[in-house]
């Protein structure tokens, strides 16, 4: 009895070992006897294509299987990727680059390893480098992307089905904000080219960088796009890849009539000099115009802003080919545009002097061929019911600008541009197709007073106005919910903070503010409130939905729009204006 006492306890422990640790111990034993099997393994000779690490790696990575491009079915979620995109960043130690170009690559050349390599840059004035190129059914090739932009923009890389490439760039802006995420590029969109259930298209590449794509060519023959779809840039970037059975026979179109050729690419490959803007910035050549693309306020996505030695700037709208506002002082604050993806508007900072009141022209039988320059200064050119149209526009002493168009050689409208001194000192019309704020990009679905209405859903917007010492403040509002549609930034406890509506009263925070009365005639339309605030020496009066407060106080600091620093408005706003006066009621009736 005395042994099974002291041997019990002896076996219960080592049974409590060996379950704990067995495990372990069979692992390490299998490591133990796997390494020995590799060791066995590499003393044989290794194999004979194995000659490089370039070798071995084209060795594993087989290519994408290829399929008929034809009616292709509805894209799942798998079809979310691009193909084999590399994206590579300037090097830092490379010096900058020189305004004139380097010559250009050929358009394609075979490499060692019988890849077909096509290399696509850029010329100035918004055209890619290469307006066409030929390949054969399924031929395997490499697409080379390089964003030598000399204006300096974004830009990305789409291949669609034969005669959708503008389709392609519909789908692209009905994906609203989630385009961003994307480079721009509808990976869902059945007009899209596909390499198996890869999509073949090169992702948003910044200045200076460059992006390749490996894909098989379709299996049926036709005249494929390529294009930029950036918003604005699709206009004049585009291109065509033709596929055909023999290219001994490739049977093409005459260059200056292949309607895969952008108009204008001609013109830009012979005036491929590096004249023109390097970038968008606010510094201003005292001696020639500086001609910039970028996303402006007021205006279409393929816009074009131009500063001129004589300080009068303007803006030009290559979508419907209007001039839309001109402006002095300061040129441009692209600081939005360049700090987030690209897609926000820069912002005029200022005095805009006049503006085209005149409703936007609807591109229809218009086309834009781009700009030239002449003697530093840009012409603008575009096709009007097939006829040739240039327009120049000059600084002209005794007014603001001269607008001359000419057509077929002769001259067809002079047109002489007088500042407007009633026009506000800033002015918001809401209609833009991004949120102005630069800080997150939004759609503008609701229908506005006038065109469309910015919905305010996040705290409110410092949209860089400033209060003067007399001013006036107008703009329309909608869906009242009593937050703040108006605010100051700034902390003095005696001044005007905040104008708070409801659906039925007005409220104005901070200050020394009497009661509210019904005064003038509502200002109500069609469902939507006029709010008016305006100060001067006397004090200030905010008027909004037949209500009135008269306040001994004045505003300050910064003007926000659409809430406070911590509270958003949560309704929609429109035509927003601020003068740097007081101005009476008949002159903000007319």
Request: charged share 25%; net charge negative.
């Amino acid at each position: 009895m005395k042994a099974i006492k002291i041997w019990l306890p002896a076996i219960f422990t080592l049974g409590l070992v060996i379950s704990v640790f067995h495990v372990p111990l069979i692992q390490m034993w299998k490591k133990q006897d796997a390494s020995a099997t590799t060791a066995s393994a590499s003393t044989e000779a290794p194999p004979a294509n194995l000659e490089s690490p370039q070798d071995e790696e084209e060795v594993q990575s087989p290519p994408p299987p290829s399929r008929e491009e034809g009616v292709s079915d509805l894209d799942g979620e798998d079809s979310n990727k691009v193909v084999e995109v590399v994206v590579e960043a300037p090097q830092a130690a490379e010096p900058p680059k020189s305004p004139e170009p380097s010559p250009k690559p050929p358009e394609a050349t075979k490499g060692s390893d019988g890849l077909r390599q096509v290399t696509i840059g850029m010329y100035p004035n918004m055209h890619f480098s290469l307006g066409r190129f030929v390949v054969e059914t399924n031929e395997r090739l490499s697409v080379e992307f390089v964003n030598d932009d000399p204006q300096a923009q974004p830009h990305n890389l789409v291949f669609t089905k034969p005669g959708r490439r503008m389709k392609v760039f519909a789908d692209m802006m009905r994906m609203g904000p989630r385009a961003v995420s994307s480079g721009y590029i509808p990976t869902k969109s059945r007009s899209i080219l596909k390499s198996g259930d890869d999509v073949v298209a090169i992702s948003l590449l910044n200045p200076g960088e460059t992006g390749s794509v490996t894909f098989n060519a379709p299996e049926q023959p036709g005249a494929y796009p390529f294009a930029c779809i950036y918003p604005g840039h699709q206009v004049s970037m585009y291109g065509v890849m033709h596929v055909v059975e023999d290219k001994a026979n490739p049977n093409l179109p005459e260059e200056g009539n292949d309607s895969g050729i952008p108009p204008g690419w001609k013109d830009a490959k012979n005036a491929a000099n590096g004249e023109g803007a390097e970038s968008a910035s606010s510094s201003v050549s005292q001696e020639a115009d500086t001609v910039v693309r970028m996303f402006m306020p007021d205006s279409g996505p393929a816009s074009i802003a131009v500063a001129t030695p004589e300080g009068v700037h303007y803006c030009w709208d290559a979508g419907t080919m209007q001039l839309r506002y001109a402006w002095t002082g300061d040129f441009l604050d692209p600081s939005n545009h360049f700090a987030g993806n690209g897609d926000a508007l820069a912002r005029v900072p200022g005095h805009v002097v006049w503006r085209n009141n005149t409703a936007r022209t609807e591109q229809g039988d218009r086309v834009f061929l781009g700009y030239r320059l002449e003697q530093g200064r840009p012409v603008f050119r575009w096709k009007m019911n097939g006829d040739v149209v240039e327009e120049r526009i000059r600084p002209v002493a005794g007014a603001l600008l001269e607008q001359r168009r000419t057509m077929a050689g002769g001259v067809e409208a002079v047109n002489l541009i007088e500042a407007d001194p009633t026009l506000p000192r800033w002015y918001w019309s809401m209609d833009d197709t991004v949120r102005p704020t630069g800080h997150k990009p939004e759609r503008l679905p609701a229908a506005g007073l006038v065109g469309r209405a910015l919905p305010f859903r996040e705290k409110g917007w410092k949209c860089g106005a400033t209060v003067a010492e007399a001013g006036t403040i107008d703009l329309w509002c909608r869906e009242l919910q009593g937050t703040p549609v108006l605010s100051f930034d700034h902390r003095d406890a005696d001044r005007i903070q905040a104008v708070v509506l409801g659906v039925d009263s007005l409220g104005v925070r901070g200050g020394r503010a009497h009661s509210a009365t019904s005064s003038r005639e509502q200002k109500k339309r069609d469902g939507w409130t006029r709010l008016t605030v305006r100060w001067d020496a006397n004090g200030t009066t905010v008027d909004a939905g037949g209500w009135s407060y008269a306040s001994g106080s004045l505003p300050k600091g910064g003007i926000v729009i659409g809430g406070d620093d911590k509270v958003a408005f949560g309704g929609w706003i429109d035509e927003v204006r601020v003068w740097d006066r007081r101005l009476s009621d008949e002159e903000l009736d007319a």
